[in-house]
Structure formats: C-alpha cells, structure tokens
C-alpha cells in the first residue's frame, strides 16, 4: 500500500509571514509550536528564519531542540509553559527563555538559572496560563526590575473581532503592564488583524502562517493526496464500510483510499467529506477506519489513481467544518505516515 502525500508549501508560509508583517509596525515573530501545527517544526523554522523571522514561540522546552537546530544560535526561542521542574538544563544548553507562568516558576527560575533571559506571561481574562493580577502584583516590582526579555498575554476571543472580551483584555493588559517600559506582546494571527491597539512590540501569528482562518488573505500550504488502493461496482442495496451506514441506491463505483483516523483525518469526517479528482467532487460513504477511506467515484469517466483531500478545492478549514472542528486539530492531527515533500526548499 503506497502512503498518502503530504506536499507543505514553504514559501507560501513564509509569504504568509510576510503578509502578516506588512499589517504591522511590532516585531514578528513566529509561533511553531506541536512541530510548527503538524508541518514539520525544523524546515518550517529554516523557512521563516530566511524571510526574516527573529523570535519563535513553542510550547515545551523539548520543542525548542529542533527549532535550536534548524535556526542556530541567533534567534530567540520563547517557552510558553515556561520554567518547569526538570527543564533547567535544556533551557540553559539551548538558551531558551522561559515564559514564566507563577510565582513557582519565577522562584525556581531565579535559584536555578540566575541571569538566564526570562519572559513573563499575564492572565488577563482567559484563565489558561499566565499570572493572575493579585500574584503579579506580588511580584511584580522584584521581576520587572531582573529584566524580562518580554511580557505577554494571550487573547480568548481573537477570531471574533466584536466580541467584548477583546477590549476586556487590552484595557486589563495595559492596566497589568503600565509603566513596564520593555517588550510586550498580546497578539497572534487575531489579534494581528484586530488592529494596531493590539501589536505593542512583538506579534506572533500561528495559524495564519499556515493557511487558516482567522486570516482569510493565507496562501493555502498543505496539499495531500490519497492513493487510491481499489476500486469496485457496488449495486443498489449493497452496503459499504463498518455497521453497513451507506447503502447504495444506484449502480455505484467505490473507491477505497489509503488513509484513516490513523493518519489523523477524523472519524467524523464520515459520511460528510468530499474527495476530489480535479474539480469533481468524491463524496465520502461508509465510515472512516483506521487506514481507510471509501468514496463515491461514479460520476469519474475513469478509475482515479488518487484523491485529494486537501488542495485547490478545499482548504484546511473546509475540511475541518466537515469534520466539525478547527483547522488547528487538522493541521496537528497530520499523522507520520504520510509521504512528506517540502515545496520552496530542501528539507
């Protein structure tokens, strides 16, 4: 069984970066976290640093290894979950500087790495990481005065420009940080297009670099064909796939692709996904398995030799309203088994 192609368009990422940059006067920075959304972390990084990327976001201090590698020593590499136990010496050997997250993690970075670049993350309303007004307050003066290379927050409700939370959250954030006369950073890809009250000194788009919605003007960047294993005639009233929930009403040509749940294309894409050969649409009948897709081919002229489910005719985030997710669990859900091929440079 041949694997299914995964094609990641690098210069369409990195022109994706630039984009983003030109609707802002702040630094841009770049955010590769869960391997830069399933992509590849270190050719995308490569990529980025290129066009001029400087500062790059992750979630855990073993991510920022393959960053450290694919950009070398320039670059900044932040750590959202900041200084956790046992993270000291990766920290230390990659120069990774921590977003500190409590009041824990401020003591045990300043006992364990004295003099090691820091950061800050604030809670301002999403309650998910970040220092809450009455702990920063604890500690603010003694940690403003050690020098944070940056003091950020995270917005809720970004991809919904009118919501009020929005403005809740810029007004506590300058409230937190007034006076601070050093770095600081509020936005992603939202809050990139909410407007300049939100950029301060460094942005840090994530799924706008990778094609996906909030950021409608994205280049799209991954393409993956399916290849198709067989194809064969079902007639009316004959059933296909797991629990028999298709049943066909007409002379039918099914074909079978390789690929499934467990190469992260969801479950519950069955029965509400569409294949592509060209411009003509596969519809997805039976369930989705394992290693498994069936489509409905009869209306092809000719037996197809793959199918695309991401391309010119549908984009992550169509997929994922298919799926009834986000293009994020779609893009990080790409499993390993997929043929990988980097578009715009070697890998």
Excluded at 225 to 238: F, I
């Amino acid at each position: 069984m041949s694997a299914a192609s995964l094609t990641i368009d690098l210069d369409a990422i990195a022109n994706n970066w630039r984009r983003l940059s030109r609707m802002t006067a702040a630094e841009t920075g770049a955010t590769i976290k869960a391997d830069a959304y399933g992509l590849g972390a270190g050719p995308v990084a490569r990529k980025l640093a290129q066009a001029g990327a400087r500062s790059f976001f992750v979630a855990l201090a073993e991510e920022g290894a393959a960053i450290r590698q694919a950009v070398g020593a320039g670059p900044r590499i932040f750590v959202f979950s900041g200084h956790m136990a046992g993270d000291t010496q990766t920290l230390r050997n990659l120069a990774l500087t921590p977003m500190l997250n409590s009041v824990d993690q401020v003591l045990r970075h300043f006992e364990s790495l004295p003099g090691h670049p820091f950061g800050v993350q604030l809670d301002t309303g999403m309650n998910r990481l970040g220092m809450e007004g009455p702990e920063w307050s604890a500690v603010r003066d003694m940690v403003l005065e050690m020098g944070p290379r940056l003091v950020m927050s995270h917005l809720a409700c970004a991809d919904e420009p009118h919501h009020l939370m929005n403005a809740e959250q810029l007004e506590t954030f300058l409230s937190m940080t007034a006076g601070h006369v050093g770095d600081r950073s509020l936005a992603a890809t939202g809050g990139i297009l909410l407007g300049p009250e939100y950029h301060f000194d460094l942005v840090r788009p994530g799924i706008g670099l990778y094609g996906g919605a909030p950021f409608a003007e994205a280049q799209a960047v991954a393409a993956l064909s399916l290849p198709v294993v067989q194809v064969r005639d079902v007639a009316p009233g004959e059933a296909v796939g797991y629990s028999c929930t298709w049943v066909a009403e007409r002379p039918s040509r099914i074909a079978t692709v390789a690929a499934g749940y467990a190469d992260g294309l969801l479950r519950s894409l069955s029965g509400n996904a569409v294949l592509w050969a060209d411009r003509t649409p596969c519809p997805v009948v039976g369930r989705v398995s394992m290693d498994l897709i069936t489509c409905d081919v009869t209306d092809l002229a000719e037996p197809p030799e793959a199918l695309d489910i991401l391309g010119p005719q549908q984009g992550v985030d169509d997929l994922a309203e298919q799926a009834g997710t986000i293009g994020y669990e779609i893009l990080t859900s790409l499993g390993p088994r997929y043929r990988r091929r980097y578009a715009g440079q070697a890998a």
